[in-house]
């Protein structure tokens, strides 16, 4: 069974600086991985995901993951927030691709991040 | 691109009763998900439809949720009697799995609160 831990419930960070969000996960197969953003009274937006290949991801909107699978974690990252990030943020895990049908999403708590002006 | 239609938007019932959300998918995503989201947590898959058939319904409380996919495009999701735990925002999600494409799309949800 796969788990994904996020180990801040928030984080506040004064805008144009840089912010880390961080996820790890367990599971006993090869992962792919998510970061979702979701605005209020919003669905979830996808903002990056890992595959396979190299381990920094580069999504929208600016931000950037690394997955480090010794570690077992996917830290999310933005050189430079903006009022506009304020969001709750998603880490998720599905196994890798075994055919149609296969995928399956788990999330962590989230992370509410919070940009101070 | 049309994205995940969820209604309604928002509902508010009493303990005991009955509601019914409903999801049409993206045009041709073959894989529908049921997510209930409760306030400060993340999204719980509750089924997984492929096509129109139950791929896992393992954390859906069959005594009181039901879900169906008839001809494998809309779904709709009911709770019969609610409880107050119920509560939460429902989220619809569809995908079309393949190697290269691994993305899920979801709805805006739909938040049900129980009095």
């Known amino acids: 069974a796969q788990s994904v831990t996020q180990l801040d419930s928030q984080v506040p960070v004064f805008e144009e600086a840089p912010v880390e969000l961080r996820c790890n996960y367990s599971s006993s197969v090869s992962v792919y991985l998510f970061w979702y953003v979701q605005y209020p009274n919003q669905g979830l937006q996808l903002l990056l995901k890992y595959l396979s290949g190299s381990t920094l991801v580069k999504g929208i909107n600016g931000f950037e993951a690394e997955f480090n699978k010794s570690q077992t974690s996917f830290h999310l990252r933005k050189p430079s927030v903006h009022i506009s990030d304020t969001a709750e943020y998603f880490c998720?895990?599905?196994?890798?691709?075994?055919?149609?049908?296969?995928?399956?999403?788990?999330f962590g708590k989230g992370t509410k991040l919070s940009v101070i002006p | 691109e049309a994205g995940v239609a969820q209604s309604p938007r928002y509902k508010i019932i009493e303990k005991r009763q009955s509601v019914a959300f409903w999801c049409n998918p993206i045009s041709g995503h073959a894989t529908l998900y049921w997510y209930q989201q409760i306030l400060g947590q993340g999204p719980k898959l509750l089924i997984q439809?492929?096509?129109?058939?139950?791929?896992?319904d393992s954390q859906l409380p069959k005594d009181r949720f039901s879900a169906e996919r008839l001809k494998g495009v809309d779904s709709t999701l009911k709770i019969q009697p609610a409880k107050l735990e119920d509560s939460a925002v429902y989220l619809c999600?569809?995908?079309?799995?393949?190697?290269?494409?691994?993305?899920?799309?979801f709805g805006q949800g739909t938040r049900l609160t129980v009095v």
């Open positions: 999600a569809s995908s079309f799995w393949t190697r290269t494409n691994t993305e899920a799309f």
């Open positions: 998720a895990v599905s196994d890798s691709y075994s055919g149609a049908g296969s995928y399956q999403l788990t």
């Open positions: 439809f492929q096509n129109n058939g139950v791929v896992d």
